[in-house]
């Protein structure tokens, strides 16, 4: 139960933090990964999107260390989340020719990281 609430802790962190930096500072965030925000109403879907789907989440993620049953949800929606961004991500850099994009193979090594760590813990709460 220890290791599945650090990784919550951990992704709450994460997850809040970066979706306050793209709520606040969208034109550098959305640089990072070259990225250019070309008007008012992109600025506004990157804090929505980027910003607000991540702060959201942070939240359900501190929801979820009240309740074990909360803490499998979390766990779960955690390794389905990063699963299906490593693979669209993966899709994305072969279709794209990614062997130089650096950005995108950290990125990639955080989501598989993030999914099987979340699995792990999902699979020691299975024991309780």
Same mark, same amino acid.
């Given at each position: 139960? +220890?290791?599945?609430?650090?990784?919550?802790?951990?992704?709450? @962190?994460?997850?809040? &933090?970066? &979706?306050?930096?793209?709520?606040?500072?969208?034109?550098?965030?959305?640089?990072?990964?070259?990225? +250019?925000?070309?008007?008012?109403?992109?600025?506004?879907?990157?804090?929505?999107?980027?910003? &607000?789907?991540?702060?959201?989440?942070?939240?359900?993620?501190?929801?979820?260390?009240?309740?074990?049953?909360? #803490?499998?949800?979390?766990? #779960?929606?955690?390794?389905?989340?990063?699963?299906?961004?490593?693979?669209?991500?993966?899709?994305?850099?072969? @279709?794209?020719?990614?062997?130089?994009? #650096?950005?995108?193979?950290?990125? +990639?090594?955080?989501?598989?990281?993030?999914?099987?760590?979340?699995?792990?813990?999902?699979? &020691?709460?299975?024991?309780?």
């Amino acid at each position: 139960m +220890l290791f599945a609430r650090a990784v919550l802790v951990i992704q709450l @962190l994460a997850l809040a &933090g970066l &979706g306050l930096a793209y709520f606040v500072r969208p034109h550098e965030m959305a640089n990072l990964s070259g990225m +250019l925000l070309m008007s008012p109403a992109a600025a506004t879907d990157m804090r929505a999107f980027y910003g &607000g789907l991540q702060l959201g989440l942070a939240a359900f993620l501190g929801l979820s260390l009240s309740r074990l049953e909360l #803490t499998r949800a979390a766990l #779960t929606l955690l390794v389905l989340l990063y699963s299906a961004l490593a693979l669209a991500r993966i899709g994305g850099l072969w @279709l794209d020719g990614g062997a130089q994009q #650096t950005f995108n193979l950290y990125a +990639l090594l955080l989501e598989v990281v993030s999914a099987g760590l979340s699995y792990w813990a999902l699979r &020691g709460l299975q024991r309780l």
